[in-house]
């Protein structure tokens, strides 16, 4: 099947006479939350998506389904209590694809925090969560595990448990379960402008196809509600709806950017993730190991008002995460030589105060907030780990607009598949692999794990390199979920463009990936060599170094 006939039969739904019930524009994790829970209540819903599913904020996070330590610290137990819920939900019902990670805070003698205060706190998280993570190893007892760390000084670590996932692969799983229950999602259609009845009140939007430059194709889709889950550029559509102007309109969104450096193991060995202060304004800093990696992150700095183009860390954040790194890690001698890759994405913060009375944007609260403006609901803000609540959220609101099936329970698993999770799928290749591939690979793909299998070549279920990914997952990948370009196969179906060098433009994956892409997508030669070069450009600028 050729790339052309795929997006085809993507866009067939779009045909449709009758109005869609719920037309969401948004394919990060808070749209797709909200596609699961509105297709399982029988809605017609229609997701669009005007890049790459999870192209923004959403395969750009730091990866952790956490519930909030720091926000016990703030007062705000509330949120760290429904965090600490969706994060032993999620732990439970998606196992492979979201994994307990121990995190330990080292202690060192006149730093803050002091061991008492920090472990009073894990025991208030483990008490919320209703399990008992917390341990404190002293001096010695942590050292003869962990001799890479500063030894001045230091007085012993605390250790407590969060999870780690792969954000964008945790996006394409909830979408799957949307549609399996009736929904339709389609990445790479734009939503233009709004649609209006002779009330003002939004009735639908007008899209245009961005799949190629050259695409001129636009459909006017309607809807009885229209969602708006667009995070850091939730504003734009909002200010449509309001019929305000731009200096009039009271904008909500505050953008922070999040940048992150990946390492090799073998240059920062970690088992576990390690949080300390940054040694010059005491921000809480992460060293975590991801995909056979290790992950240096994060930063929290007002970003400059979005448009359309990809995001990219500047030479200020990678000087400010190598020095926190080298200062806890003081024999490692971390230089940018030793960087793989890169990645930033944008958080949209909802602020609390006008531009002359902000706080810092790492003191902003992770809250969500919902409106409705003439019939557009936007929800914007909130975190990763909480999006099967925001999407809750999102419909209590939609009901101002729109009758909704009450019957369905809001406790309902965020999987179908959840219940049956001991038993094995059916394809026989399955008990062929490894155990920890099987549980990775139930975990990313749920339902849809005998469809990945039975199109697997014999040669398919070997890793790629020293990568957690199997090439049967690229050949899935191009052939059932929508891939348009050679970043949406390498940043986000895979992220082997984020942990292997020269995003994985080696020349025997590049010839592999070459030979998939040409049988399932049907590239000849000139429109590989295309991709290639845009993927490199796009590579080189935003997801490696920029310039000292």
């Keep these: 099947m050729t790339q052309s006939t795929q997006r085809q039969q993507a866009l067939a739904p779009l045909l449709r006479s009758e ?94 925090p002091p061991p008492w205060i920090f472990n009073t706190l894990l025991r208030i998280y483990d008490r919320i969560a209703g399990n008992r993570y917390f341990k404190y190893f002293k001096r010695d007892a942590f050292l003869s595990l962990n001799p890479t760390i500063k030894q001045d000084k230091f007085l ?56 190629s430059e050259d695409s001129n194709q636009t459909y006017d889709i309607h809807a009885k509600v229209v969602v708006s889950a667009t995070g850091a550029w939730a504003d734009t559509l909002r200010m449509q709806a309001s019929n305000e102007t731009e200096q009039s309109f009271n904008k909500q969104i505050r953008p922070s950017r999040g940048s ?73 001698k971390l230089n940018r030589d030793d960087v793989i890759s890169t990645w930033a994405g944008v958080r949209p913060l909802i602020s609390e105060g006008g531009d002359g009375k902000r706080v810092s944007p790492s003191k902003e609260k992770r809250d ?47 999987n179908s598949d959840h219940v049956f999770s001991k038993v094995a799928p059916t394809h026989p290749k399955f008990v062929t692999l490894p155990k ?50 050679l970043d949406d196969l390498l940043l986000r179906r895979t992220r082997l463009g984020l942990i292997l060098p020269n995003g994985a433009m080696t020349p025997l994956i590049r010839a592999r990936l070459k030979q998939i892409c040409h049988e399932e997508l049907g590239w000849d030669e000139q429109k590989w060599q295309q991709e290639v070069d845009r993927y490199t450009e796009l590579w080189q600028r935003y997801y490696h170094l920029p310039a000292a």
């Excluded at 797709?32 to 005007?50: C, F, N």
């Excluded at 240059?267 to 992950?295: C, G, I, M």
């Excluded at 700095?301 to 500047?314: A, C, M, Q």
């Excluded at 990313?444 to 199109?455: H, M, R, T, V």
């Design 19 to 112: 109005p869609w019930d719920m037309l969401i524009i948004g394919g990060g994790i808070t749209g797709a939350g909200i596609a699961r829970e509105a297709a399982r209540r029988g809605l017609a819903v229609l997701l669009i998506e005007q890049k790459d599913f999870a192209w923004g904020t959403s395969s750009r996070s730091s990866k952790m389904v956490h519930g909030g330590l720091r926000y016990i610290a703030s007062g705000d137990y509330k949120t760290t209590l429904l965090s600490v819920r969706e994060r032993e939900r999620m732990l439970n019902e998606a196992s492979g694809l979201v994994n307990e990670m121990h995190y330990v805070m080292p202690h060192y003698k006149g730093k803050f």
């Design 156 to 211: 012993g670590a605390s250790q407590f448990s969060d999870a780690v996932t792969d954000d964008s692969r945790l996006v394409m799983r909830v979408l799957d379960e949307a549609i399996n229950d009736g929904a339709q999602a389609i990445n790479y259609l734009k939503a233009e402008s709004l649609i209006t009845n002779e009330q003002g009140l939004v009735v639908g939007a007008n899209l245009k196809d961005t799949s």
């Design 260 to 332: 992150h450096l990946v390492v090799s193991q073998e240059r920062l060995p970690t088992s576990q993730a390690y949080t300390f202060l940054h040694p010059t304004d005491k921000r809480a800093v992460f060293v975590f190991p991801w995909e056979n990696r290790t992950v240096l992150g994060t930063t929290d700095l007002d970003h400059p008002p979005l448009d359309d183009k990809e995001v990219g860390i500047t030479s200020q954040e990678v000087d400010y995460l190598l020095a926190a790194t080298n200062e806890l890690f003081d024999d490692a």
């Design 368 to 414: 969500h907030s919902v409106w409705l403006d003439n019939n557009l609901v936007t929800v914007s803000g909130g975190k990763l780990t909480t999006f099967r609540l925001i999407a809750l959220d999102v419909l209590e609101k939609c009901q101002e607009v729109l009758d909704l099936d009450k019957s369905t329970t809001q406790n309902q698993a965020i």
């Design 436 to 485: 920890p591939l099987q549980q990775r690979l139930q975990g990313f793909y749920g339902l849809q794990l005998d469809n990945l299998l039975a199109l697997a070549h014999d040669d398919d279920l070997t890793y790629v390199t020293d990568s957690n990914t199997i090439w049967a997952e690229i050949r899935f990948a191009a052939r059932f979920e929508q891939v348009i370009h």
